[in-house]
């Protein structure tokens, strides 16, 4: 009987993993759509590369901002609360741009998607951290992952589906209908109010600016992070209006192969991290997201296309969660939380950074530039991992050996 108790008590796959699971899929589903479907919009109604570098950067540097607040209002209030903000801004927003006919209001359109994003992450984090039985904490939130992989499988391409059979006001309707499923899961999660006074933390307890936005023993695991995804920015942002001007079709596929080659390097990276050591998946991982831009930069054809996506997939999938495990091991148990912000925060910057300075770059030197200086960025991350990082994990670990051997000398 203990035995069977035991069993049930470190379920994984309950209705409330379920229901989180399915809301971040949804929204990273219509995330990805307006990722890919709104630069060639911003063209659509005359802007340039600077504009659709512009669209991705104004959206991370809000969701930047509203970081410290949602991540104050999860501790403090409730997870359910940020799940359904983060929902129906995102929900509505989306639906909003069938009315963006011009320039200056997608961009202020674009900005207040941010704060959908920056709650939704937020919260799904959060509560996934909630729910997930202690002994099972890797693989839950490995798995969980799944929903961005599987996002990034079907949002790109079935934004640029739409937008070829259809047009971009259909491609707003059905991403909003998308988001729609979000609410939805939101209001049937419920666990909270079984166990409140476990979860949420007491109102009174005050914390500092600084703790709210970031956590020092994560900063390096930032760093490396921030450089990797100047290229997931340029990835989502400049690809398929690179293959327009190359009068590419079918550029939906890069996105295939790519969350293909994502999912396969999730599932086993993690396990070769564990066994072999960090470095093993994310040097290789490094090298082969450098390559992966230096084939973008001098493709003309379809096939270059999707043997990019490999190669930026496979690197994306190892590097990825090995940094994600990274910056987990190296932070204090009490201060994953800030951790886990610093981690996304340095995303974002990332990506919102990389977009908006490639974009620009793109008007004066076109996209081989762009490509070779994402590959350069890569080679930052690598450097970066290799002399601040590698370094930071050595010497915990020299701790940690340390601090066995101090207490074997005590015992014996």
Known sequence: MEETKNNNSEKLWTKSYFLTFFYAMSTQIS?????????????????????????????????????????????????????????VVTAFITLSYVVAFSISLLLVMRSLHGIGFS??????????????????LA??????????????????????????????????????????????????????????KDIIQ???????????????????????????????????????TFALSLGIKDIGLYYTVYSVALLFTRIV?????????S???????????TFSFVVLAYANSLGDFIFSGVLFGLGLGFVEPALNAVMIKLCPPDRRGA?????????????????????????????????????????????AYVFILRRQLKNVKRAESSQIQASMSIES
Not at 225 to 235: D, N, P
């Open 31 to 87: 995330n990805n759509m307006l990722m890919t479907g709104l630069p060639l919009y911003a063209i659509h109604l005359g802007g340039d590369n600077s504009i659709s570098g512009m669209l991705f950067g104004f959206f991370m540097f809000v969701a930047i901002l509203f970081r410290p607040y949602f991540g104050k209002l999860i501790d403090e209030k409730s997870r359910r609360i940020v799940l359904i903000i983060g929902a």
């Open 119 to 136: 709650a939704t992450t937020n919260a799904s984090g959060s509560v996934i951290s909630d729910i997930v039985p202690k002994s099972r």
């Open 139 to 196: 693989e839950g939130v490995g798995y969980f992952g799944l929903s961005n992989t599987l996002a990034t499988a079907i949002g790109p391409a079935l934004s640029i589906y739409l937008i070829q059979q259809f047009n971009y006001q259909t491609l707003f309707i059905v991403a909003g209908l998308i988001g729609l499923i979000s609410i939805l899961c939101s209001l049937m999660i419920t666990y909270e109010k079984d166990n409140q």
């Open 202 to 240: 007491s109102s009174k307890r005050k914390r500092k600016i600084s703790e709210l936005l970031y956590e020092k023993t994560a900063l390096p695991t930032a760093l490396v992070t921030a450089f990797v995804y100047v290229g997931m920015g340029v990835a989502l942002t400049f690809i398929p």
């Open 269 to 277: 990276g993690g396990k070769l991290a564990d066994k072999y050591g």
């Open 279 to 289: 470095s093993l998946v994310i040097i290789p991982g490094l090298v082969c997201m």
């Open 339 to 383: 951790g886990n912000s610093t981690f996304f925060t340095a995303k974002d910057l990332g990506g919102g950074v990389g977009a908006i300075c490639l974009g620009f770059i793109s008007l004066q030197a076109g996209f081989k530039a762009v490509f070779l200086y994402s590959a350069l960025s890569i080679i930052v991350a690598f450097f």
